[in-house]
């Protein structure tokens, strides 16, 4: 059975980093373009970050340019997303999601596999 499984998330003062983790158990992730979304209390679940599994080119939201990273490594079945300078605005449930497209794109509707989610609050 395929499955995602996110960790990392918690509470961190604004200005702070925490660095989530994504598995994926029971399938290979090199078939796969790996994005990060984030739901805000209220707010429609958006994509942050994404990466491509046919270049390893890396795209953001503008809100998190500059801040966030992700990164992947294929053989451990792991997507990461570094985040730094963290703030308040950046509250949410992170998910990590696996889509078979060529090309990262940030529609919900087009991701075939999602994680449980992991909390992320920043607040002093």
């Known amino acids: 059975q395929l499955h995602l499984a996110e960790s990392g998330g918690g509470l961190v003062q604004p200005g702070g980093s925490l660095r989530l983790s994504c598995v994926g158990e029971?399938?290979?992730?090199?078939?796969?373009?790996m994005t990060w979304f984030r739901q805000a209390p209220g707010k429609e679940r958006e994509g942050v970050a994404c990466s491509s599994n046919m270049d390893y080119s890396s795209h953001y939201v503008e809100s998190v340019k500059g801040r966030f990273t992700i990164s992947r490594d294929d053989s451990r079945r792991t997507v990461f997303l570094q985040m730094n300078d963290l703030e308040p605005e950046d509250t949410g449930v992170y998910y990590c999601a696996a889509a078979s497209i060529s090309v990262c794109d940030y529609s919900p509707g087009l991701y075939d596999h999602w994680g449980q989610g992991t909390q992320v609050t920043v607040s002093p």
């Open positions: 029971g399938f290979s992730l090199d078939y796969y373009v």
